[in-house]
């Protein structure tokens, strides 16, 4: 019997036996037609179906809101307003669950933390279909080793991102048999160690075997992008030679290049040549549009993170008000800093027009004074779908050549080579118009300074803490406290959703401090 694919697939669950998924090629997302349905010989046999299956993956990217979500909002509630650098927002009472993070508060049953699993869990779940298919291809080697080279780039993001939140997890990287799917090897939690070893052994596979910028189509995972990730991963690890290596060797390939103004990185359109979608600094990008059911794009991303209307002025709010960048972040600017203003939406007492022309009435007409301006998506000037907020087509850029350039200045500090550390923190001071030695000179502390400033709001402020307070212990306390939170090294993880344990019939075993 010919199995078939409606693109609608076994992913493998965790807790949870087998869970369907299904599949929508969005034909804005990488130009690939609408699919119909198509059986697993002809998947192997047939390289545009075998990438239309991998294309799956890609869409998960589109889920999220208040639902299994991967790098929307609730992606942004366990990055940044868990860190120091936002603030929940929005009205006081409004989602328990972000105030519980916001609080460093979390517990089992906080539905974000469980939401982000149950996410992570559908991507690997797709990425593992597609590998086991691709696996029996009968076309040329290399086709068939750069399509299991995206899905396994894919498969890598979605553990590492699962391992800095939860840190051991189940590790699924094989579809199982149904007959298997309640065995202990599914149901409970590897080693932290052994997801590492997963993501870096899937992420050498894409650097040997994916093209590289302008040799595949845009927005499929390259091999400069699995470069970066790896070096990024690297650096978790204190790996200092390897994050080295790797990022040294996306500068040296010369595709990439810093963005010339600091706002235009997040906007859709070029000025003059700079900036935009897909510009000359994103090195990874989930790619959006404007498609028939208004679906090509994450979802509640933007209208998440907009200003909310409140007070005594009514006007035509853009969100729910959430992620207010704190006056911890707003107070670590130096003094003309561009990526200030290109970071963000400063609420000013008689009004605030945005680079649009929208405005905003003033202070009395909000419920928060600052908002995320790299989240902002115009009604007017860049694509939109009709009425539907929920899924503007807001391109995130998940890798970027600006976060290349401080990984190989922090790896080169480690070894002991700060001259090249210095140039790669001038070069982002120069372009934020700062001289470009900062004040302190060029020590550890300095470059993760201007690691969070460069990557403010950009949803891996949490992470970075945690993984600097591994280095230097009390940098965590001191950077909450200076947020007014209270921090403890067991929040350093998010608990297993009890939900999760429930299903595994409590063989998943809890986080410390839960």
């Known amino acids: 019997m010919k199995k078939k694919f409606n693109i609608k697939i076994a992913a493998a669950g965790v807790a949870v036996a087998l869970v369907s998924m299904t599949f929508t090629a969005c034909k804005n997302y990488l130009d690939v037609p609408p699919q119909g349905q198509v059986t697993q010989g002809q998947i192997i046999t047939d390289p545009t179906q075998a990438a239309n299956l991998v294309t799956g993956i890609y869409n998960v990217f589109y889920i999220g809101g208040f639902d299994p979500d991967i790098d929307s909002f609730q992606f942004v509630v366990a990055t940044d307003i868990a860190s120091d650098d936002a603030d929940k927002g929005s009205t006081p009472s409004d989602f328990g669950d972000a105030d519980q993070i916001d609080k460093l508060q979390a517990t089992s049953t906080n539905g974000v933390a469980n939401n ?35 899905a396994r780039f894919l498969r890598g993001l979605f553990y590492f991102n699962l391992v800095r939140l939860f840190g051991g997890v189940p590790l699924l990287n094989r ?31 894409a650097v040997a075997n994916l093209p590289d ?60 040549g700079d900036g935009g979608i897909n510009n000359s600094e994103s090195i990874f990008e989930i790619q959006a549009g404007v498609n028939q059911d208004c679906s090509a ?32 972040l707003v107070n670590a600017y130096e003094a003309n800093d561009t990526r200030k203003a290109g970071t963000i939406i400063f609420i000013q007492p008689t009004g605030t027009v945005l680079f649009d022309g929208f405005r905003i009435p003033g202070q009395d007409s909000v419920q928060n004074s600052t908002y995320s301006y790299k989240a902002y998506h115009s009604r007017t000037q860049e694509r939109n779908c009709g009425g539907n907020t929920d899924h503007l087509p807001k391109q995130l850029r998940i890798i970027r050549y600006g976060e290349v350039l401080l990984i190989h200045a922090e790896a080169a500090f480690q070894l002991g080579k700060s001259g090249e550390a210095a140039s790669d923190i001038a070069a982002l001071r120069t372009r934020a118009g700062l001289s470009p030695t900062p004040s302190g000179g060029i020590t550890l502390n300095t470059i993760w300074h201007e690691h969070r400033i460069e990557m403010a709001e950009e949803h891996d402020r949490f992470f970075d803490l945690v993984r600097q307070d591994a280095v230097q212990p009390g940098t965590a306390a001191a950077a909450f406290a200076a947020d007014g939170k209270t921090w403890s090294s067991t929040r350093a993880l998010f608990p297993i959703p009890q939900q999760q344990i429930d299903l595994s019939g409590g063989r998943l075993k809890q986080n410390p401090g839960y």
């Open 116 to 150: 982000l699993w149950s996410g992570y869990y559908q991507g690997v779940g797709r990425a593992n279909q597609a590998i086991g298919v691709l696996q029996n291809a009968q076309f040329d080697v290399a086709t068939k080793n750069k399509l299991i080279g995206e």
């Open 175 to 205: 579809v199982p048999a149904a007959s298997e799917a309640n065995n202990d090897e599914f149901q409970t939690r590897a080693t932290a160690d052994a997801i590492y070893a997963q993501v870096i052994s899937d992420l050498d596979f």
């Open 213 to 272: 910028k302008g040799q595949t189509d845009v927005g499929r995972a390259t091999k400069s992008a699995a470069q970066a990730l790896e070096a990024k991963v690297y650096l978790y690890r204190k790996d200092y030679q390897k994050a080295y290596d790797l990022s040294q060797a996306v500068i040296s390939g010369g595709k990439y290049s810093l963005v010339k103004n600091y706002a235009l990185i997040w906007r859709e359109n070029a000025v003059n």
């Open 297 to 328: 794009g994450p979802n509640l991303y933007v209208v998440s993170q907009g200003p909310r209307a409140g007070g005594k002025f009514g006007w035509s709010d853009l969100g729910f008000g959430f992620n207010n960048p704190s006056q911890s």
